[in-house]
């Protein structure tokens, strides 16, 4: 490693020539280190930083504004859907935000098996009084919670819901009664708004 030798050192000293020369732009001798130019300066950065950042902040919004929903994205995530065609004992679906959705019109036996089962014979417990604005019908996201097959109505142990993809079964509840599913189907948030009308999405939308 080499050392410095700090006697060969010599201190660097500008004369008022050099620095006029150098770091002066405007030659003025009343202000001869030219404060009022870096003043001028500093404003003029400063305005133009704002500027940046602003302009910065806008094209950021613009990005964002991308990727937010459009009015008819939004519409599509509140629908009301027409349930006085479905005859007791039945299932259509239909597809809300993307996904299909179980809309069954339930028998009274249905609902009487579905709520006689013990929650100790559940994997994943929920009561069917807790499940559907009106016990009647019932409201059911149709993936599987397993792997996300879509299982098929009126199959399977319980006569409701079958995965055949790997074998889990669901009953009238969309509760999962056999199989590798580890919880239930989801209930999307739902309400009857009128005895032939099902309303799904934001309740505070209502």
Request: net charge neutral.
């Amino acid at each position: 490693m080499r050392m410095c030798d700090l006697k060969n050192i010599s201190t660097v000293k500008f004369s008022d020539q050099q620095i006029w020369d150098l770091y002066i732009k405007k030659g003025d001798p009343n202000d001869p280190y030219n404060a009022r130019s870096r003043v001028v300066t500093y404003f003029v950065k400063a305005n133009a930083w704002a500027i940046s950042i602003s302009t910065a902040r806008v094209a950021v919004l613009m990005l964002l504004s991308q990727f937010q929903p459009n009015k008819s994205t939004n519409a599509l995530a509140n629908i009301e859907v027409d349930i006085g065609d479905i005859a007791e004992g039945n299932t259509i679906v239909i597809i809300w935000r993307g996904k299909p959705v179980f809309i069954r019109h339930r028998t009274d036996q249905e609902i009487k098996d579905t709520r006689d089962v013990p929650m100790s014979q559940l994997a994943d417990p929920q009561r069917d009084e807790d499940l559907f604005d009106n016990p009647k019908y019932s409201v059911m996201v149709a993936v599987c919670t397993h792997l996300g097959c879509v299982p098929v109505p009126n199959e399977g142990l319980w006569k409701a819901y079958f995965c055949p993809c790997h074998g889990s079964h669901f009953d009238h509840a969309g509760r999962i009664r056999k199989g590798p599913a580890p919880t239930n189907l989801e209930i999307p948030p739902h309400k009857h708004v009128s005895a032939k009308t099902l309303y799904l999405g934001d309740p505070a939308s209502l």
